[in-house]
């Protein structure tokens, strides 16, 4: 390992994480990057680059913060075969490889290698008529743009059609977005391994509605059949589209995979006995 690339959480104090990283570098003369708007805000010495030069030069990322600096540093680095590895310095930390105050020892470790690299599938969108194209590393949502109001989405796996359901929305989640917003909503966890994805309504009017898991080669289309409320679109939290009625977003697993760096202990059983099971 040569070149450290950073992503930093825009908000939350991380000038003493990004300390000990420059300090364990440079005994190993190894070079330290940040983006250089994340980094104006601290003295310190590491290189100022773009996010594009970040792209190319970075061995590794670390990634400090929560499970949404996570996702944009996995989303920022996808395709370029460097694995990101987390520093949770937020609540649940699910996707991280250590907490904030094991920082030393798991980065010690992992600049000399001792790390193993997991990969997790992606969701690829399509989104309304002009199929405007996304990318997810957690998940897809539709919900009803009317807070309060339900909406009638129809869905079909592999252009088969499964008929209509009156609901507030549906998740469409990966491996790694199965414990976020899917697993609240009682949706299948699906194990880091797995290459599908999961499909759950969010409150559906029915007592037969379950949750789906998707191999990969299946294709899911999701159709606004609502007559008069239009639905939104979230690609990991955040809105990308709307849904007039008649219009759908078309979700597959796409060929992209996003790279977590994590120290060998740090499976995902464990994570999940100590982040769920308590």
């Excluded at 825009?10 to 190993?28: K, T, Y």
Aim: hydrophobic share 45%.
């Amino acid at each position: 390992m040569h070149v450290v690339g950073m992503v930093l959480h825009p908000e939350r104090d991380c000038s003493g994480a990004v300390g000990s990283i420059l300090e364990w570098a440079a005994r190993r003369e190894i070079q330290v990057l940040g983006i250089d708007t994340e980094i104006r805000r601290l003295a310190c010495t590491a290189e100022a680059v773009t996010a594009a030069e970040l792209r190319q030069r970075a061995d590794l990322l670390v990634s400090l913060g929560g499970d949404g600096t996570m996702l944009r540093a996995l989303k920022r680095f996808l395709g370029t075969g460097v694995p990101v590895l987390g520093v949770n310095f937020g609540r649940v930390g699910f996707l991280a490889a250590c907490e904030g105050d094991a920082l030393e020892d798991g980065l010690a470790r992992a600049f000399a290698g001792d790390y193993r690299v997991v990969e997790l599938p992606v969701l690829e969108l399509e989104v309304g008529a002009g199929g405007e194209r996304w990318t997810a590393v957690n998940d897809m949502v539709v919900t009803s743009s009317t807070l309060g109001r339900m909406i009638e989405l129809g869905w079909a796996v592999g252009g088969e059609d499964l008929g209509s359901l009156p609901c507030d929305g549906l998740i469409c989640s990966t491996p790694s977005g199965s414990t976020a917003y899917n697993l609240s909503n009682g949706g299948p966890v699906l194990v880091w391994g797995l290459d599908a994805m999961a499909v759950t309504f969010v409150a559906p009017h029915s007592l037969h509605a379950r949750p789906l898991v998707v191999p990969r080669g299946r294709e899911l289309a999701v159709t606004n059949r609502g007559a008069d409320v239009s639905a939104t679109v979230l690609v990991d939290g955040h809105r990308v589209g709307e849904l007039e009625p008649g219009d759908g977003v078309v979700v597959r697993l796409a060929d992209e995979r996003s790279l977590l760096a994590t120290l060998p202990e740090s499976t995902f059983f464990s994570r999940y006995r100590r982040i769920f099971a308590s």
